[in-house]
């Protein structure tokens, strides 16, 4: 499918407006008002006039930036054009084009517009981004790029009888309010503390507090009514605020989250203020992933992601279909996609070999500072009492560390307080590399790591610590299988 007029377009005309509101508190209200108090007394004038010359020259660049931008979908390439002296040119092969997807922020739902990003196989971000455009122009680019069938024909199946009729859509998973909310509550993070008293120190200038005062006054009261009750009070206050935040960024990314599927795609659509639609084709999915959380695996919850050929928001390129999900309900995911189910039976483990090469491997520096620094304070001796959790945690990791070679996948799991489990089809593995550390050679085991496309990020597919005759066996073995 081509585009029919194929003429260079530009994006939607309130994006001028749009853009300026945006840049309007950084460049066109905080440098008047710094002007007009850069005397003992405010200078009307001089602040309006600054306010009016700044925002003459924003309203002229942003428009001169919208009119330079424009774009056309031809029958073989995405050409993108944009830039007012130096002229750039951008040519995207549609055959390269892995995936595209709408965002709809606050401000672009305000005004009826979205972004359309178009992502391909070559990176982790979008390889293009077109803000903004209309819905109705989003939603044809989408099904343009896409290669869908027209409006004409969709309509003529629903006038066909329903057993000649294609496949419709189905809900594949979906979160209700309570259980976003609930998510939140095991989605706390320390860093929000920090973030919080950040943002409150940031402020000292508007609010007139001397911080000095304030927190020397509040050790001398602490000091003096120190107790255990209230240490707890205020380990219990730390934690509420870690949960509330918790709670308030999962509801602003996960609200409304629907997974649907229909015939070749699956399409989510979550957020609040931003509200985001992606879709991902089935035959772009890579792997699978399965996680379960410290706290909230135990009790049954589990999220599941997939590695696409296209780019993520996520830093390892994966897309979430269900950040909170009982067993049953990841399960079924997981049978909507071309992935095969996770078998936890007949997986194998590693090598005992394992547990001495982790022990040793964080175990030394654990050692090594309390023993070092014992020298110079005696009492830090003490951190030697840490010794035997390398070995007791080593155990454990061993214990979760499993794998198997099954029919068509490679599936492995590991993780001791997080656990993941990893479905790896063979025919997405990219390359295989069979490699041992100094330590792995005087052990006599090696690792497996295994790649596919899009993949990025820590948390890899691996196979660690296996007998090398083993390792070597299974690179043949899954190498015999892609070819």
Known sequence: ??????????????????????????????????????????????????????????????????????????????????????????????????????????????????????????????????????????????????????????????????????????????????????????????????????????????????????????????????????????????????????????????????????????RRIRGLLTRSEVVVADRRIQLGLIRRGAISGRLGWNSVEVQTLGGSADRAGRQEMAPFATVEEAAGVIAATPLPPFQRPGLRPVAAAHILRFAIHHGVPILLVPGVAGFFLSPLWWGLVLAPAPVILAIFQRAGHRYALRETSLQVTRGVLSQRDWIVPIESIQTLTVRRSWLQRRLGVATVTVDTAGASGWHRPDVSDVPLDSALALARALAARVD
């Open 1 to 266: 499918m081509t585009d029919p007029g194929a003429a260079p377009r530009r994006l939607h005309i309130l994006t001028v407006i749009m853009r300026f509101v945006k840049r309007a508190p950084s460049t066109v209200i905080i440098p008047p008002l710094i002007l007009g108090f850069a005397g003992r007394e405010f200078h009307p004038a001089l602040a309006l006039g600054a306010f009016a010359a700044i925002a003459a020259a924003v309203i002229l660049s942003t428009w001169l930036g919208w009119w330079s931008f424009t774009y056309r979908i031809g029958a073989e390439e995405v050409l993108i054009q944009h830039g007012i002296l130096q002229r750039r040119r951008r040519s995207i092969p549609r055959g390269r084009i892995q995936d595209v997807s709408i965002e709809r922020s606050p401000f672009a739902r305000i005004f009826g517009l979205a972004v359309v990003k178009l992502e391909t196989g070559g990176g982790e971000a979008e390889e293009a981004r077109l803000d903004s455009v209309s819905m109705a122009e989003a939603e044809r680019l989408r099904a343009l790029l896409r290669g869908q069938r027209p409006i004409a024909e969709i309509r003529a199946d629903a006038d066909a009888p329903a057993q000649q009729r294609p496949a419709e859509r189905r809900i594949v998973f979906a979160m209700s309010l309570g259980r976003v909310l609930l998510c939140g509550v095991f989605g706390f993070s320390m860093i929000w503390i920090a973030a919080i008293f950040g943002a409150i120190h940031s402020l000292d200038r508007v609010l007139k507090l001397d911080w000095e005062k304030l927190f020397g006054e509040a050790e001398r009261f602490a000091f003096a009514r120190f107790s255990i009750l209230a240490l707890f009070l205020v380990l219990a206050m730390a934690l509420l605020l870690c949960v509330i935040a918790g709670v308030v960024r999962t509801l602003l990314k996960d609200y409304g989250f629907t997974l649907t599927h229909e015939p070749g795609r699956f």
